[in-house]
């Protein structure tokens, strides 16, 4: 029997899905890693004498991370809100202010790194600033994906060429 053609191919908000998905859960196993070999070189640098073991429950996708715990501290619940997810207006504009924005940071990269705050185990100011810009292009690249997720669904303007 011959399959249709048309048939298999996926939907294009399936694909979108899928691919978001595939990002994400890239993204999540490198900071693991990264993390994992921190923590190996933390304890080879330490004596330690009583054993401990790190379990990981890999829940497949039952958990998304984000909500799994949420404040209860009516301070913290307040700001809760906006530490989730945004969809972006312009994504192109919004894209070029962050581009902006890292280049402008560029004098100040250079200036740590002269200080020595990126050698070896670093400073902490050479820390902090690593921590923030892998979190700001972390949450770029989120609000992108999430974006064009959510756009997927819209219908696609034919070409008037």
Same mark, same amino acid.
């Given at each position: 029997?011959?399959?249709?053609?048309?048939?298999?191919?996926?939907?294009? &908000?399936?694909?979108?899905?899928? #691919?978001?998905?595939?990002?994400?859960?890239?993204?999540?196993?490198?900071?693991?890693?990264?993390? $994992?070999?921190? $923590?190996?070189? #933390?304890?080879?640098?330490?004596?330690?004498?009583?054993?401990? #073991?790190?379990?990981?429950?890999?829940?497949? +996708?039952?958990?998304?991370?984000?909500?799994?715990?949420?404040?209860?501290?009516?301070?913290?619940?307040?700001?809760? /809100?906006?530490?989730? =997810?945004?969809?972006?207006?312009?994504?192109?504009?919004?894209?070029?202010?962050?581009? &902006?924005?890292?280049? %402008?940071?560029?004098? !100040?990269?250079?200036?740590?790194?002269?200080?020595?705050?990126?050698?070896?185990? +670093? =400073?902490? *100011?050479?820390?902090?600033?690593? !921590?923030?810009?892998?979190?700001?292009?972390?949450?770029?690249? &989120?609000?992108?994906?999430?974006?064009?997720?959510?756009? %997927? #669904?819209? /219908?696609?303007? !034919?070409? *008037?060429?």
């Amino acid at each position: 029997m011959k399959s249709n053609y048309l048939s298999e191919l996926q939907s294009r &908000r399936k694909f979108i899905r899928q #691919a978001a998905c595939a990002a994400v859960g890239t993204i999540g196993m490198s900071s693991v890693l990264r993390d $994992m070999r921190f $923590m190996s070189s #933390a304890l080879a640098q330490s004596n330690i004498t009583d054993y401990k #073991a790190l379990i990981c429950v890999f829940l497949n +996708g039952g958990n998304d991370a984000n909500n799994m715990i949420i404040p209860t501290i009516p301070a913290e619940w307040q700001s809760y /809100p906006a530490a989730r =997810t945004s969809v972006l207006g312009d994504e192109w504009e919004d894209y070029m202010t962050y581009l &902006r924005h890292t280049h %402008s940071l560029v004098e !100040e990269t250079y200036q740590i790194d002269k200080a020595g705050g990126f050698d070896g185990a +670093g =400073t902490a *100011q050479g820390k902090a600033f690593a !921590e923030e810009r892998l979190a700001a292009g972390a949450i770029k690249l &989120r609000n992108l994906i999430y974006t064009a997720w959510l756009r %997927s #669904a819209d /219908p696609v303007q !034919e070409f *008037q060429g």
